[in-house]
Structure formats: C-alpha cells, structure tokens
C-alpha cells in the first residue's frame, strides 16, 4: 500500500541518497516523479477516450438500433454524469482514508474495463444506462485519485507544470476519442471499439501496477524537511491557526511540512462542507463549473449552426473541434508553467476575460475560414482560464489539510461533472430559442461575471497573506526557496533578521541527490 506525504510523519531514509540507492535501472520508467505524473495522464487520457469515444456511437445506437428518441441519448450521458457526482466523493474519502492511491485507481480501471465489456452485451435500453452508469463511476475514480497523486510528489511550485501536462492529456483523449470510436465503429465492426477500450485500459493497469509513487514522495518529504526548520514551525502553526478563522491561502508547501512535523491536525477528518467552505476551493469550483459549461456548451450548438449557415457535413463538424483541442496540447503545459512562474490568479484572471471575448467572436465570423480561426484562438485562449483552478487548489490542500487531498481533487470533479451536465443543455436551449450569438454572450459573460469574482478572490487572498507575512518570518515565494532548517541561537537571530541564505529548488535538489547517489555507488566499487 503505497502512502502519500499527508501520512508520512517521517521520512525513512535518513538521506535523499538512501532513496535513490533503493532502486534500480528502471528507475526512470517506474520511480521518479514525472514517470507518475505519465501514469495519471495516461489514466485520464484513457477515460477521456473511452468517455468521448462513445460520443458519436450513442446516437445511432439509441435512435437507429432501438428505434429511441434524442430524449434517451441525453439521458444516458446525463447517467454518466451522475456516477461521477455521486461516487467521486467516495473515492475521494477512500484514497485519503487509507493513504493509498493504487487500490482506488485499480478499482477504477477495472470499473471501466467491465463497463465496455457490458457495451457488448447490451441489447436493452436499461443495459446502456446500467454500463454508463458504471462508466461514470469508473471515471470517479481516475480523476479524484489520479490528480491526488500528482498532487503528492510535487511540491507547490511545480504543480501548475504538471497540472497543466494532465490537462493536455485529458485534451488528447478527448480529441482522439470521437476520430477512433467512429472509425472503429463505422469500418471495422459494432464491438471494435469496445474491445479498444479495454485494450487501453488493460494497458493502464500494468502501468498504474508497474510504477511505485512512494520514492518519489520521499523525495518530496526530503526536499520540504531541508527547506523549513524550528522558527517554521512555530510559524506554520500560527498560520494554520490564522488560515482556520480566516479561509485564506497563506503559507506555501515548506510551512505544510513544518505543520506536518509540528503535529498540527492535517486534515485527516476534514469534511467536504469544511473544506469547501476554504475560500481558494468554492472560488475555485465556480471557476471549473463556469469553464466546464463554456467548453461542453460548445458542443452541441456548434455543429448545427455550421450546418446551417456553412454546409458542412458530420465530419467536417467533428474536425472543427480539432481548430479547439490540438492548441490546448500546447497551452495547458505552458498555461501551467506560467502559473508557476508568475502570479497564478491574475493568470486566471487574463484567461476568463479573453475567454469572455473570444467566445462571441466566433458567432460572428462570417465565413467559414474565419469560424475556424476563431476556433484556434479560442483554443490557445481556454487553456489560460481552465488550468490554474487545479495547481490552485492543491497549494491550498498542500499547506493546511494535506491529508485531504483526494478530497479536494473529489470536488474538482463533481464541478467539472455538474457542468459536463449543466452546459449541453443550457447552451442547447437558448441556441434553439435565441440563436448563437446570444447564446455565446451569455457563456462569456459568465466568464466575464467569474473573472469579477476571481479578482476579489485574489485582492483578498494577496491581503491576507501581506498582513501575515508583515508580523512572521519569511518563507518562500515562486522565484526562489529560503532555509530555515536547523535553526538554532545565533542562527535564529540571523534567520530573524532576514539573513536567509538560497537553497537549491525541488527539481535542483532532486538531481543533486541522485548525483550524491551515484556518487556513493562509484565510490563503494
């Protein structure tokens, strides 16, 4: 049962070298930490793609093979959706109770496996809305617990970068998804696709049984333990006792090791009300249910408009789609760099308001070149409003609840299902009652209301944490780390007077410890 840093009080190894000497030549595809944060997105990409693959083959299904109306098809996606909302707090509670993150992804992937077997079998209305039931709570699962994991072997000023990769890959998927399932479906046979997902997902378990995370959380452990020392202690407890009254955000990754090591509660009996009533986590879930229903309002509008006003045909409508994913390939990795790298909020804040703009704009293209580089912008825009939400809220996790996070996670996917639900029909009604353009004012100027909230929210959290940060020592920022540790006399004078000296950065620290590891083992041949 591998654990997570929330549950380990002390690292074992009693240097970063020892971690490293414990493993071997695959150390690279099964221990180090981007060799996880490749396991979680494969897990999502390949929810994504059995999740959106199973998007064009639904319709004929239910309208030509069991003679049904439109009504049922939005019924079973809407059964998707509600696995996901009812179980994801499940798996949430599950990953965090029992310090694993194996077992609850397993169950998952093997929830997704029998769902696609079931597709096979299904001859009955109520079989499919059985299996896209189990789907969605397969899909619980692979996200909660799978952005957990990435959350724990990363400190804070890595997880815009590595949140942003996850979101590419869910990007992927949800490219690759419809273009597979269709193809399979219409040139090979009714069962192909199926047999593809759970090909995949096999794929996904040997992988999810292959790589052993608790290396690399060590390293964490290691790096977050050599950056704070006794003056953080006290510190970080103060911190959390201000955080518990005022809901905000105030001290970074280092000071959660020092409420760690201080026996500061870590939120392993954490509610989901408690948590969410955190500032940084409700801000932030208006935030992914407004960018959810902006992206899946899109979907089914779209293409009837193009239809109608352009011509075009299916499949020419399913390419357009790829005018919005192939640029967040690119945009959510960096998007989640710059979230590192800069202010994180004001980032948001730039998002939402493009977002708002471009939105509209691709009504009112008046021909279809002009509609689809639209579509890029809106592409390279998105990105920039829907990763920060995901880094954001695991800083926040990180610093005063790090046992909780699978709750946390749990609460990003029950936004994002709740607007997979929501968009779709939202967008449809006032598409079919209005028209288009109204319909893509009222999506960005939810955008533009949500961009409002987020610049409270960051005047408020940056407030907060000015005024703590005025009567308390200093701790580290994104641009650089200090040190603190072992604090003792004369260097807690020193360390009071602001002579703080540079320490090395987790992934500068992580490469000098694996130096240091092959070091010793050359020495001892």
């Given at each position: ?10 690292p ?16 690279w ?16 990409w ?17 309208l ?11 019924i ?61 709570v ?33 990007n ?8 597979v ?46 950056t ?9 407890r ?6 518990s ?5 105030v ?14 509660d870590r ?27 902006v992206?899946?309002?899109l ?64 009504a ?15 592409g390279?825009?998105?990105p ?59 999506l ?24 703590q ?45 694996r ?10 041949v």
């Amino acid at each position: 049962m591998s654990q997570h840093p929330a549950f380990m009080d002390q690292p074992s190894p009693s240097s970063p070298a020892d971690l490293s000497n414990r493993v071997g030549w695959n150390y690279w595809l099964r221990f180090h930490p981007w060799a996880v944060t490749a396991l979680v997105a494969f897990v999502i990409w390949v929810d994504m793609v059995v999740y959106s693959a199973v998007v064009p083959i639904l319709p004929d299904i239910v309208l030509n093979k069991l003679g049904l109306t439109s009504t049922h098809t939005g019924i079973l996606v809407g059964l998707y959706a509600l696995g996901m909302i009812l179980f994801t707090p499940v798996f949430g509670y599950w990953s965090d109770s029992k310090q694993d993150r194996k077992l609850p992804i397993l169950v998952s992937l093997a929830g997704l496996i029998l769902s696609s077997l079931l597709f096979i079998f299904c001859t009955e209305y109520w079989h499919f809305m059985l299996v896209r039931f189990v789907q969605g709570v397969a899909a619980a699962g692979n996200w909660t617990v799978g952005l957990a994991l990435a959350n724990d072997v990363f400190p804070n000023e890595q997880l815009g970068t590595v949140m942003g990769v996850v979101l590419s890959a869910m990007n992927f998927g949800y490219l690759a998804g419809p273009i597979v399932g269709g193809l399979l479906y219409d040139k090979v046979s009714y069962n192909s696709p199926f047999y593809f997902f759970m090909a995949v997902t096999a794929v996904a378990v040997v992988f999810r049984l292959a790589v052993d995370e608790s290396v690399a959380v060590e390293y964490k452990i290691q790096y977050l333990n050599n950056t704070v020392g006794g003056i953080a202690l006290a510190q970080a407890r103060k911190e959390k006792e201000l955080e518990s009254e005022s809901g905000s955000l105030v001290c970074d990754a280092s000071a959660a090791a020092a409420v760690a090591q201080a026996g500061v509660d870590r939120g392993e009996n954490v509610t989901m009300r408690e948590l969410l009533v955190g500032r940084p986590v409700w801000v932030n879930c208006v935030a992914i249910i407004v960018c959810g229903i902006v992206q899946s309002g899109l979907e089914p509008v779209l293409p009837p408009y193009m239809t109608e006003h352009f011509g075009t045909s299916v499949s020419d409508n399913g390419l357009l789609f790829l005018a919005v994913s192939i640029p967040g390939l690119v945009m959510a990795p960096l998007a989640g760099h710059w979230y590192d790298k800069y202010n994180g909020r004001q980032l948001m804040i730039l998002g939402l308001v493009l977002t708002a703009i471009a939105t509209p704009l691709i009504a009112l293209m008046p021909t279809l070149l002009w509609v689809i580089v639209s579509l890029v912008v809106f592409g390279i825009i998105f990105p920039i409003a829907l990763t920060p939400p995901l880094p954001e809220m695991g800083v926040y996790v990180n610093t005063l609840y790090p046992a909780a996070a699978g709750r946390v996670y749990s609460m990003f996917t029950i936004a994002f299902s709740v607007a997979l639900f929501i968009g779709p029909i939202m967008a449809g009604a006032v598409y079919d009652a209005i028209g288009l353009l109204v319909c893509f004012i009222i999506l960005g100027s939810l955008c533009l209301l949500t961009a409002v909230l987020y610049w409270w929210y960051d005047l408020r959290q940056g407030r907060d944490e000015a005024g703590q940060h005025a009567t308390s020592v200093p701790v580290s920022d994104r641009e650089s780390d200090v040190t603190i540790a072992g604090a003792q006399g004369d260097d807690i004078e020193a360390v009071s007077a602001g002579q703080i000296a540079n320490v090395p950065t987790f992934a500068e620290f992580y490469l000098q410890s694996r130096a240091a590891s092959t070091t010793e083992s050359t020495t001892a041949v």
